[in-house]
């Protein structure tokens, strides 16, 4: 069975001026972990890709945090790059976000 | 896009003899409800790496390279660990979301979860000062933040201390320092990452920062203040309450408090000191718990951000007072000045429940320390990387087996809104006991013109004073009843106990909790207007 988010994989730095002190750290690609949460059939119901403004009432005006897909930094991220052309972004975050 | 959100925190792996820790990084990402990655099951928060533990050698070294070495260590380490993320947030990567489509995703690094000290090593700032902003250490008391530091400007203090020391060690810490950067990480690892700007990146840690911070901070305040002993026997006496914790010792006695400790204080505090300190020095630790009870909402608008604005001011207009008695000399605390930055991180990547310490905390227990207590404990990180994988595994077979073979069965639990006992406590009391012993004074003609309701011709005013019960009229007596509200937040059940019990000789005060009951749908999320 394949590891379920990413092989561990183990690196050890050392410094010029002391060759000999090891320092070993054990980690495994932050891709895969990633992968592995969204591919997570448990987590179907639940994933949220694109970033929303939920307001109070009609008028727009309280707006409301709360989920982090609420907040404003998300919404400027995503949003800004997409309209940029260089940006990549799959299309329907822009017509959800919009 | 994905939200990336990385936390560190050392843990110790040996509860009393030995010295073995951890150093886990986990990942998890804003896509997933927070009610969903708090849940330690769902396997929705990943252990992606153990930093380096081994002691750095001082042999040789000058304090100030040894730090510096460390410094250099945790960068390097995580510029290795992360380098994955630069690419993939600037181009994108197709990755298969959970119903089999194929989306491009940019992960971001958007969240970093971690206490005071780490939060310096990760920004690169010098140990004492504000990570968000340029405040100097002299000024953290002040209520206006300084200048934003942000990433360019951080990068632009280390590249002119390069400049500057040509080469020379201690030079460049002593620019970087100068500027209130730490001086020993000549390339931090968040230097190339798209989007990610890593002193906005850091977000408020309730735990730490309010309870075990400016709360603890407090505590003392008040207990020279008021005088040990005395706020000890104030504590002490404390009646029953629901969800009130009893210090039968006393709190000065404590040694190590946790976090639900510090909790149940904030609780019954401000009842056991208000007399006693100047009403100045009430109002701040007023506005204070206000601060820290109004962070905590899970959900904010305009109007609760304008509260916890309005309790931080308050706060900032009284706390002169606990300068003015002499504890302390000065309020230059950067947690205490970390207040200031809520509203902005509220606002920017949503309520703190979204990336509270506790939360990876409790994944410590799960990841870390179950997995070191399956090795053999000799050489024990590949064994706890093991089993973890393994772990992994069965929990992803188990969530796949679940999605194919089990319908979506929704079962709403059947729940009683109340309930009591199946036989009274007390049954047939005659109603002069029952005002006597449940503390119940005109008992008798409050029961009456309830009883009065409901006949089909209720008597008025006089007549229903004149009339009176059968002498030989009793009622059965329970001294409690559960009932479960509707709960304030999702996937979170919540059961009260209700509790009335008279006076009898091992309670000579008996215990009779306070029930608010709501009347009209007028009432406030923050008042008690509307409510009787």
């Not at chain 2, 059961?495 to 007028?522: E, L, Q, Y």
């Amino acid at each position: 069975m394949p590891d379920r988010a990413g092989e561990w994989m183990t690196r050890t730095l050392s410094f010029n001026d002391k060759p000999d002190d090891e320092y070993t750290i054990r980690y495994r690609n932050p891709i895969d972990a990633i992968k592995s949460i969204w591919e997570d059939p448990a987590n179907a119901e639940h994933l949220v890709f694109s970033p929303k403004k939920i307001f109070s009432d009609t008028s727009r005006t309280n707006r409301i945090f709360n989920e982090m897909w609420t907040g404003k930094w998300w919404h400027s991220i995503q949003v800004s790059e997409t309209l940029s052309s260089h940006c990549n972004f799959s299309k329907f975050v822009v017509v959800k976000a919009s | 896009m994905a939200p990336v959100i990385i936390a560190t925190d050392k843990t110790q792996l040996t509860q009393f003899s030995g010295n073995k820790s951890a150093y886990p990084v986990y990942l998890t990402v804003g896509n997933l409800p927070k009610a969903v990655r708090r849940q330690p099951s769902q396997n929705s928060c990943i252990l992606i790496a153990y930093l380096s533990v081994e002691k750095v050698n001082r042999s040789k070294m000058t304090e100030l390279e040894h730090r510096s070495r460390v410094q250099r260590i945790f960068h390097e380490s995580m510029k290795t660990i992360l380098e994955p993320l630069k690419q993939a947030g600037k181009d994108g990567v197709r990755m298969k979301d959970s119903k089999g489509a194929i989306r491009q995703v940019h992960p971001v690094l958007s969240c970093y979860v971690a206490d005071y000290p780490e939060q310096c090593l990760v920004t690169c700032t010098k140990y004492g000062t504000c990570v968000k902003c340029c405040q100097d250490a002299l000024h953290l008391e002040d209520i206006e933040p300084a200048l934003p530091r942000t990433k360019k400007w951080t990068i632009n203090v280390i590249q002119q201390a390069k400049n500057l020391s040509r080469g020379s060690s201690v030079k460049f810490h002593q620019h970087c320092m100068d500027n209130d950067v730490a001086g020993g990480i000549y390339s931090p690892f968040w230097q190339d990452f798209p989007y990610t700007d890593i002193h906005h990146a850091i977000t408020p840690d309730v735990l730490h920062q309010l309870y075990q911070g400016v709360f603890k901070h407090v505590v003392e305040w008040c207990r020279s203040i008021v005088g040990e002993k005395e706020l000890d026997r104030r504590i002490q006496v404390l009646p029953y309450g629901y969800g009130l914790r009893q210090f039968r010792k006393g709190i000065s006695k404590l040694s190590q408090i946790s976090g639900t400790e510090r909790k149940n204080m904030a609780k019954i505090l401000l009842g056991c000191v208000h007399d006693i300190m100047a009403p100045g020095g009430v109002k701040a630790v007023k506005a204070l718990l206000d601060f820290i009870y109004l962070a905590q909402y899970s959900t904010h608008d305009q109007i609760t951000l304008g509260y916890l604005r309005d309790s931080l001011e308050e706060f900032h207009k009284y706390k002169q007072y606990f300068v003015l008695v002499g504890c302390r000399e000065h309020l230059n605390i950067p947690k205490l000045h970390s207040l200031i930055h809520y509203i902005q991180a509220i606002e920017l990547f949503g309520t703190t429940d979204n990336y509270n310490t506790e939360m990876f905390e409790r994944l410590h227990i799960d990841f870390a320390k179950q997995g070191w207590r399956a090795s053999n404990q000799r050489d024990e990180f590949p064994q706890m990387i093991t089993w973890l994988s393994r772990r992994e595994k069965l929990i992803s077979f188990h969530n796949s087996l679940h999605a194919q073979l089990i319908p979506t069965q929704s079962n709403p639990s059947k729940r009683v809104p109340k309930s009591i006992a199946k036989y009274p406590n007390y049954p047939n009391r005659s109603i002069p006991l029952i005002e006597q012993l449940h503390l119940a004074p005109e008992f008798r003609r409050h029961l009456k013109q309830y009883l009065n309701t409901f006949i089909s011709h209720p008597l008025s005013g006089r007549s229903l004073d004149q009339a009176d019960l059968p002498d030989l009229f009793t009622v059965n007596v329970y001294n409690m009843f559960r009932f479960q509200p509707p709960a304030l937040q999702d996937n979170n059940e919540e059961a009260d106990t209700v509790k009335a019990m008279p006076i009898s000789r091992t309670r000579p005060h008996g215990r009779f909790d306070t029930v608010v009951v709501m009347d009209s749908d007028n009432a406030e999320a923050t008042g008690m207007a509307g409510i009787v």
